[in-house]
Protein backbone atom coordinates (compact mmCIF):
# COMPACT_ATOMS: atom_id res chain seq x y z
CA UNK A 1 0.00 0.00 0.00
CA UNK A 2 2.95 2.66 0.78
CA UNK A 3 4.67 1.56 -2.48
CA UNK A 4 1.13 2.49 -4.33
CA UNK A 5 0.48 5.46 -2.63
CA UNK A 6 3.83 6.86 -2.80
CA UNK A 7 3.86 6.06 -7.19
CA UNK A 8 0.52 7.84 -6.50
CA UNK A 9 2.30 11.33 -5.31
CA UNK A 10 5.32 10.91 -8.46
CA UNK A 11 2.14 10.72 -10.86
CA UNK A 12 0.26 13.53 -9.49
CA UNK A 13 4.13 15.24 -8.85
CA UNK A 14 4.44 15.04 -12.43
CA UNK A 15 0.77 15.95 -14.15
CA UNK A 16 1.33 19.50 -12.67
CA UNK A 17 4.96 19.96 -13.50
CA UNK A 18 4.62 21.27 -16.52
CA UNK A 19 3.89 25.05 -16.14
CA UNK A 20 1.30 27.28 -17.01
CA UNK A 21 1.84 28.68 -20.66
CA UNK A 22 4.78 26.52 -21.58
CA UNK A 23 5.62 25.29 -25.31
CA UNK A 24 5.23 21.73 -25.31
CA UNK A 25 8.39 19.58 -25.86
CA UNK A 26 7.45 17.96 -29.27
CA UNK A 27 9.13 19.45 -32.05
CA UNK A 28 7.23 22.23 -33.49
CA UNK A 29 4.62 21.27 -36.61
CA UNK A 30 6.37 21.89 -40.16
CA UNK A 31 4.97 25.77 -41.46
CA UNK A 32 2.83 24.06 -43.94
CA UNK A 33 0.39 20.95 -43.05
CA UNK A 34 1.26 18.13 -44.94
CA UNK A 35 -2.67 18.66 -46.45
CA UNK A 36 -1.82 21.66 -48.09
CA UNK A 37 1.69 20.41 -49.26
CA UNK A 38 0.00 17.61 -51.23
CA UNK A 39 -2.33 19.93 -53.10
CA UNK A 40 -1.70 20.61 -56.96
CA UNK A 41 -0.61 24.27 -58.20
CA UNK A 42 -4.01 25.30 -59.67
CA UNK A 43 -5.87 24.02 -56.29
CA UNK A 44 -3.33 26.21 -53.86
CA UNK A 45 -3.66 29.22 -56.32
CA UNK A 46 -7.15 28.99 -56.23
CA UNK A 47 -7.34 28.30 -52.35
CA UNK A 48 -4.71 31.01 -51.77
CA UNK A 49 -6.81 33.42 -53.34
CA UNK A 50 -9.81 32.96 -51.82
CA UNK A 51 -8.38 32.73 -48.33
CA UNK A 52 -6.88 36.20 -49.07
CA UNK A 53 -10.38 37.79 -50.41
CA UNK A 54 -11.83 36.37 -47.09
CA UNK A 55 -8.93 37.76 -44.88
CA UNK A 56 -7.70 34.49 -43.84
CA UNK A 57 -4.43 35.69 -44.28
CA UNK A 58 -1.99 33.79 -42.06
CA UNK A 59 -4.82 31.93 -39.76
CA UNK A 60 -6.47 29.62 -38.98
CA UNK A 61 -3.66 27.10 -39.26
CA UNK A 62 -4.18 24.56 -42.41
CA UNK A 63 -6.78 27.08 -44.21
CA UNK A 64 -4.69 30.65 -45.06
CA UNK A 65 -3.06 32.19 -47.75
CA UNK A 66 -0.22 32.31 -46.30
CA UNK A 67 0.26 28.32 -46.10
CA UNK A 68 -0.82 28.46 -49.91
CA UNK A 69 1.17 31.02 -51.14
CA UNK A 70 3.78 29.29 -49.72
CA UNK A 71 3.12 25.71 -50.64
CA UNK A 72 2.39 27.21 -53.92
CA UNK A 73 6.01 28.68 -54.42
CA UNK A 74 7.78 25.05 -53.82
CA UNK A 75 5.49 23.64 -56.38
CA UNK A 76 6.00 26.61 -59.15
CA UNK A 77 9.26 28.15 -58.17
CA UNK A 78 8.60 30.96 -60.49
CA UNK A 79 4.97 32.27 -59.66
CA UNK A 80 4.85 35.83 -59.80
CA UNK A 81 2.04 35.69 -57.56
CA UNK A 82 2.85 33.43 -54.78
CA UNK A 83 6.50 36.34 -54.26
CA UNK A 84 4.52 39.08 -54.91
CA UNK A 85 1.68 38.14 -52.00
CA UNK A 86 4.03 36.31 -49.08
CA UNK A 87 6.25 40.10 -49.79
CA UNK A 88 2.73 41.50 -48.89
CA UNK A 89 1.75 39.33 -45.85
CA UNK A 90 4.89 39.23 -44.01
CA UNK A 91 4.80 42.40 -41.92
CA UNK A 92 1.27 40.97 -40.97
CA UNK A 93 2.75 38.12 -39.65
CA UNK A 94 5.38 40.01 -37.90
CA UNK A 95 2.64 41.74 -36.07
CA UNK A 96 0.71 38.49 -35.22
CA UNK A 97 3.95 36.49 -33.97
CA UNK A 98 4.34 39.39 -31.03
CA UNK A 99 0.66 39.38 -30.16
CA UNK A 100 0.34 35.62 -29.90
CA UNK A 101 3.71 36.14 -27.58
CA UNK A 102 2.18 38.88 -25.78
CA UNK A 103 -0.83 36.82 -24.86
CA UNK A 104 1.19 33.93 -23.83
CA UNK A 105 0.06 31.37 -26.54
CA UNK A 106 3.21 30.19 -27.98
CA UNK A 107 2.08 27.52 -30.00
CA UNK A 108 0.52 29.86 -32.13
CA UNK A 109 3.97 32.13 -31.92
CA UNK A 110 6.11 28.78 -33.09
CA UNK A 111 3.25 27.97 -35.61
CA UNK A 112 3.55 31.86 -37.38
CA UNK A 113 7.03 32.05 -36.93
CA UNK A 114 7.88 29.03 -38.76
CA UNK A 115 5.57 30.98 -41.46
CA UNK A 116 7.75 33.96 -41.37
CA UNK A 117 10.91 31.82 -41.19
CA UNK A 118 9.94 29.64 -44.33
CA UNK A 119 9.05 32.76 -46.24
CA UNK A 120 11.95 34.68 -45.75
CA UNK A 121 14.85 32.88 -43.78
CA UNK A 122 16.42 36.24 -44.10
CA UNK A 123 14.17 38.54 -42.35
CA UNK A 124 15.56 40.69 -39.96
CA UNK A 125 12.73 40.27 -37.13
CA UNK A 126 13.43 36.23 -37.15
CA UNK A 127 16.62 36.47 -34.24
CA UNK A 128 14.55 39.26 -32.58
CA UNK A 129 11.30 37.06 -32.11
CA UNK A 130 12.79 33.44 -31.30
CA UNK A 131 14.62 35.19 -28.80
CA UNK A 132 11.89 37.11 -27.29
CA UNK A 133 9.41 33.54 -27.84
CA UNK A 134 12.02 31.91 -25.47
CA UNK A 135 11.97 34.48 -22.76
CA UNK A 136 8.32 34.82 -22.97
CA UNK A 137 8.53 30.93 -22.08
CA UNK A 138 10.76 31.25 -19.05
CA UNK A 139 9.10 33.87 -17.61
CA UNK A 140 5.86 31.99 -17.54
CA UNK A 141 7.48 28.44 -17.00
CA UNK A 142 8.40 30.82 -13.23
CA UNK A 143 5.90 32.39 -13.06
CA UNK A 144 3.66 28.89 -13.22
CA UNK A 145 6.05 26.96 -10.89
CA UNK A 146 5.06 29.98 -8.46
CA UNK A 147 1.74 29.63 -9.12
CA UNK A 148 0.70 25.98 -9.25
CA UNK A 149 -2.50 26.37 -11.10
CA UNK A 150 -4.84 23.75 -10.85
CA UNK A 151 -5.94 21.44 -13.52
CA UNK A 152 -9.52 23.50 -13.74
CA UNK A 153 -7.75 27.32 -13.86
CA UNK A 154 -5.19 25.79 -16.57
CA UNK A 155 -8.59 24.36 -18.81
CA UNK A 156 -10.44 27.96 -18.11
CA UNK A 157 -7.13 29.74 -19.11
CA UNK A 158 -6.32 27.99 -22.11
CA UNK A 159 -10.44 28.55 -23.11
CA UNK A 160 -10.23 32.14 -22.62
CA UNK A 161 -6.82 31.88 -24.88
CA UNK A 162 -8.31 30.69 -27.84
CA UNK A 163 -10.90 33.00 -27.39
CA UNK A 164 -8.76 36.09 -27.56
CA UNK A 165 -6.36 34.48 -29.77
CA UNK A 166 -9.82 33.47 -32.36
CA UNK A 167 -10.91 37.56 -31.71
CA UNK A 168 -7.78 38.74 -32.33
CA UNK A 169 -7.00 37.77 -35.20
CA UNK A 170 -10.38 38.03 -36.92
CA UNK A 171 -9.92 41.84 -36.38
CA UNK A 172 -6.20 42.57 -37.32
CA UNK A 173 -6.46 40.37 -40.33
CA UNK A 174 -9.74 42.17 -41.42
CA UNK A 175 -7.31 45.32 -40.75
CA UNK A 176 -4.85 44.06 -42.87
CA UNK A 177 -6.94 42.90 -46.05
CA UNK A 178 -8.56 46.50 -46.03
CA UNK A 179 -4.63 48.15 -45.96
CA UNK A 180 -4.22 45.83 -48.65
CA UNK A 181 -6.78 46.70 -50.46
CA UNK A 182 -6.22 50.25 -50.28
CA UNK A 183 -2.53 49.93 -51.25
CA UNK A 184 -3.77 47.59 -54.64
CA UNK A 185 -6.34 50.69 -55.30
CA UNK A 186 -3.87 53.05 -54.77
CA UNK A 187 -1.52 51.16 -57.35
CA UNK A 188 -4.50 50.87 -59.59
CA UNK A 189 -5.15 54.62 -59.53
CA UNK A 190 -1.58 55.28 -60.69
CA UNK A 191 -1.26 52.98 -63.18
CA UNK A 192 -4.37 54.52 -64.74
CA UNK A 193 -2.78 58.20 -64.26
CA UNK A 194 0.04 56.97 -65.84
CA UNK A 195 -2.00 55.73 -69.22
CA UNK A 196 -3.72 58.71 -69.13
CA UNK A 197 -0.30 60.74 -69.65
CA UNK A 198 0.99 58.32 -71.86
CA UNK A 199 -2.28 58.60 -74.49
CA UNK A 200 -2.20 62.45 -73.78
CA UNK A 201 1.65 62.51 -74.72
CA UNK A 202 0.68 60.25 -77.69
CA UNK A 203 -2.46 62.87 -78.81
CA UNK A 204 -0.27 65.91 -78.39
CA UNK A 205 2.86 64.38 -80.68
CA UNK A 206 -0.19 63.29 -83.26
CA UNK A 207 -0.83 66.99 -83.23
CA UNK A 208 2.59 67.87 -83.76
CA UNK A 209 3.41 65.67 -86.36
CA UNK A 210 0.24 66.76 -87.80
CA UNK A 211 1.36 70.69 -88.23
CA UNK A 212 4.55 69.55 -88.70
CA UNK A 213 2.34 67.69 -92.50
CA UNK A 214 0.47 71.03 -93.14
CA UNK A 215 3.73 72.72 -93.20
CA UNK A 216 5.76 70.89 -95.24
CA UNK A 217 1.98 71.20 -97.73
CA UNK A 218 2.57 74.92 -97.74
CA UNK A 219 2.01 76.69 -101.20
CA UNK A 220 5.58 76.22 -103.45
CA UNK A 221 5.07 79.51 -104.30
CA UNK A 222 6.86 79.78 -100.59
CA UNK A 223 9.36 77.90 -101.22
CA UNK A 224 11.99 80.24 -103.42
CA UNK A 225 11.56 82.87 -100.45
CA UNK A 226 12.90 80.49 -97.83
CA UNK A 227 15.45 79.45 -100.31
CA UNK A 228 16.67 82.68 -100.26
CA UNK A 229 16.45 83.65 -96.84
CA UNK A 230 18.65 79.94 -96.47
CA UNK A 231 20.87 81.20 -98.45
CA UNK A 232 21.25 84.38 -97.16
CA UNK A 233 21.69 83.16 -93.54
CA UNK A 234 25.22 83.54 -92.24
CA UNK A 235 27.02 79.74 -92.11
CA UNK A 236 27.78 78.90 -88.23
CA UNK A 237 30.81 77.91 -87.02
CA UNK A 238 30.87 75.91 -83.40
CA UNK A 239 33.30 77.14 -81.06
CA UNK A 240 32.06 74.86 -78.18
CA UNK A 241 29.73 72.13 -78.58
CA UNK A 242 29.89 70.18 -74.78
CA UNK A 243 27.60 67.08 -75.23
CA UNK A 244 24.84 66.58 -72.80
CA UNK A 245 24.13 64.99 -69.77
CA UNK A 246 22.76 61.35 -69.85
CA UNK A 247 19.64 61.39 -67.75
CA UNK A 248 20.42 58.62 -65.15
CA UNK A 249 16.92 57.52 -65.24
CA UNK A 250 17.23 56.18 -68.98
CA UNK A 251 20.25 54.68 -68.36
CA UNK A 252 19.78 52.49 -65.61
CA UNK A 253 16.75 51.08 -68.12
CA UNK A 254 19.22 51.29 -71.01
CA UNK A 255 16.49 53.83 -72.99
CA UNK A 256 17.74 55.79 -76.04
CA UNK A 257 16.47 58.41 -78.06
CA UNK A 258 16.88 61.54 -80.04
CA UNK A 259 15.66 65.18 -79.62
CA UNK A 260 15.45 67.90 -82.10
CA UNK A 261 16.30 71.52 -80.92
CA UNK A 262 15.59 74.92 -82.44
CA UNK A 263 17.77 77.91 -81.19
CA UNK A 264 18.84 80.98 -81.68
CA UNK A 265 22.29 82.03 -82.46
CA UNK A 266 23.33 85.77 -81.41
CA UNK A 267 25.77 87.79 -82.92
CA UNK A 268 27.99 87.17 -80.24
CA UNK A 269 27.88 83.67 -80.88
CA UNK A 270 26.12 82.46 -77.97
CA UNK A 271 22.71 80.85 -78.16
CA UNK A 272 18.98 81.99 -76.82
CA UNK A 273 15.69 80.86 -77.02
CA UNK A 274 16.70 76.90 -77.61
CA UNK A 275 13.55 74.72 -77.69
CA UNK A 276 12.03 71.28 -78.25
CA UNK A 277 10.65 71.16 -81.67
CA UNK A 278 10.78 67.15 -81.83
CA UNK A 279 11.83 64.50 -79.21
CA UNK A 280 11.45 60.39 -79.21
CA UNK A 281 10.65 59.14 -76.77
CA UNK A 282 8.81 62.34 -75.31
CA UNK A 283 10.42 64.55 -71.89
CA UNK A 284 12.70 61.74 -71.40
CA UNK A 285 15.61 63.56 -72.79
CA UNK A 286 13.82 66.91 -73.53
CA UNK A 287 15.56 68.92 -70.41
CA UNK A 288 19.45 67.70 -71.07
CA UNK A 289 18.84 68.00 -74.91
CA UNK A 290 18.16 72.26 -74.29
CA UNK A 291 20.02 72.32 -71.64
CA UNK A 292 22.98 71.46 -73.73
CA UNK A 293 22.25 73.56 -76.39
CA UNK A 294 22.34 76.46 -74.14
CA UNK A 295 26.10 76.01 -73.32
CA UNK A 296 27.00 76.14 -77.13
CA UNK A 297 29.03 78.50 -78.71
CA UNK A 298 29.92 79.70 -81.92
CA UNK A 299 32.04 82.47 -83.80
CA UNK A 300 29.71 85.66 -83.75
CA UNK A 301 27.92 86.21 -87.35
CA UNK A 302 26.49 89.32 -89.14
CA UNK A 303 22.46 88.85 -87.65
CA UNK A 304 21.22 86.47 -85.51
CA UNK A 305 20.03 82.74 -87.14
CA UNK A 306 17.62 80.52 -86.13
CA UNK A 307 18.58 77.18 -86.58
CA UNK A 308 17.44 73.18 -86.07
CA UNK A 309 19.60 70.30 -84.85
CA UNK A 310 19.05 66.79 -83.44
CA UNK A 311 20.90 65.28 -80.35
CA UNK A 312 20.94 61.61 -80.57
CA UNK A 313 21.16 59.89 -76.73
CA UNK A 314 22.72 55.99 -77.08
CA UNK A 315 22.39 53.63 -74.15
CA UNK A 316 25.14 51.74 -75.91
CA UNK A 317 27.72 53.89 -76.23
Given at each position: MLALVACGKKEDAASTATPSGAAPSAAPAPAVSQEVAALNADTLRDKATKAYQESRLYAPAGDNAMEYYLALRDKAPGDPGASSALTDLLPMAVIATEQSRDREDFTEAQRLYSLLEKADPSHPALARLKASITAAQEAVTKRGEEEKLTAEQEQARAAQLEKDR????????????????????????????????????????????????????????????????????????????????????????????????????????????????????????????????????????????????????????
Open positions: QQQQAAQQQQAAQQLAAQQEAERQAAAQREAESKAAAQREAERQAAAQREQQTPTAAAPKAEAESAAAPTLRPVSTPQPRYPMDALRAGQSGEVEVEFTVGTDGTVTGARVVRANPPRVFDREAVAAVRRWRFEPVPTAVTTRRKIGFSASK
